[in-house]
């Protein structure tokens, strides 16, 4: 009898000095099915056999995916990004092929099947991506404390969280903090500048894991001004950790969060969350259970985290990898 373990190869474009969210996904993934299953873990396949191969990124794994069909019988599995699914599919041909390709597609939201051609929907699975519950940690009565954590860059739009700080410029009791790399250098030079004008508002820059975890657990809310995300992972670290969150109404945000979650502002409307910060700092530990901005956000996030527990990942990760094997024998 043969009891040796099927062999999975996960490609991700990011590696573990990355520290993003691909190289996340795909370390949570290999230790989900490495009880199961042999599995490692490449940046790009090295043309080594396997029985499944799990492609991150529909366009910047094309090359892995392309030669990896055309040297296999194997199932492929594709898991499409945010900026898969909301710009590069529409005009780059290699993301294009990446969905012709695979056997099974992965989206990480509830909404993103609907960006797909409907030719390639019956193929697509929903996997929510998940994180470890977290203490709920006290939090200041001084003043409100929102963080934004994302690197500087166009698709997490932080030119809307700059144009909030200086609408809160005069409310020295809502304090925005900011954790993420400099990858622009325009986002950079204004993030100092605001860092040096505003006192409600700094940048930290690039920050270990624990040290931004410990930042969402003691704000009173995350902020996310993303114009497109898949799934956006510290969304569910802060839901997790009993911090609501602000979020741009996109539909990487509304397919994790719920059309019903009470702490949408339009993407890009640096005036709506300045409002919004407003309601919550202003009925802050004075509204009645159920009321206020902040107490609705807050429990609504209290709802929403069982659905971002790792069981209810590592089983529906588990069930479509099990459906591919089957379908190939």
């Known amino acids: 009898m043969n009891n040796k373990k099927k ?7 990011a590696l573990s000095d990355a520290n993003n969210g691909n190289w ?27 029985d499944l191969m799990i492609a991150l990124h ?5 090359a892995s995916i392309t030669a990896f069909k055309a040297n296999n019988s194997a199932p492929l599995v594709v898991a499409l990004t945010g900026t898969d699914l909301y710009r590069d599919i529409q005009t780059d041909a290699d993301a294009q092929r990446s969905l012709v390709l695979a056997d099974r597609l992965i989206v990480l939201n509830e909404l993103g099947t609907k960006s797909l051609p409907q030719a390639l929907q019956a193929k697509t699975r929903v996997v929510l991506q998940s994180t470890p519950t977290q203490e709920t940690l006290k939090k200041t009565d001084a003043c409100l404390n929102a963080v934004m954590v994302g690197h500087l860059r166009q698709e997490k739009s932080p030119e809307t969280f700059f144009q909030a700080a200086e609408l809160l410029a005069g409310c020295p009791d809502i304090q925005l903090t900011h954790i993420g790399a400099s990858l622009d250098e325009s986002y950079r030079l204004q993030a100092l500048e605001l860092t040096q004008r505003l006192e409600n508002y700094r940048w930290l820059g690039a920050v270990e894991h624990a040290a931004t975890l410990q930042h969402i657990q003691q704000a009173h809310v995350l902020v996310h001004c993303s114009r497109m995300e898949g799934g956006a992972h510290v969304v569910m670290e802060a839901i997790c950790a009993g911090t609501p969150v602000l979020a741009s109404r996109i539909d990487g945000n509304v397919g994790l969060l719920g059309a019903d979650y009470p702490g949408y502002f339009d993407f890009g409307d640096a005036g709506a969350l300045a409002d919004l910060l407003l309601q919550m700092r202003n009925s802050q530990g004075l509204a009645p259970v159920g009321s206020g901005v902040l107490e609705q956000c807050r429990l609504a996030a209290a709802a929403l985290a069982p659905r971002f527990h790792p069981d209810r990942e590592r089983d529906t990760l588990l069930g479509l990898v099990a459906a591919c094997l089957i379908a190939e024998r």
């Open 58 to 62: 529909a366009r910047r794994s094309a």
């Open 7 to 13: 062999k999975i190869l996960i490609v991700t474009p």
């Open 24 to 50: 996340q996904t795909a370390k949570r993934w290999a230790e989900f099915l490495s009880g199961l299953f042999d599995v490692d873990l490449q940046k790009i396949w090295n043309g080594q056999p396997c």
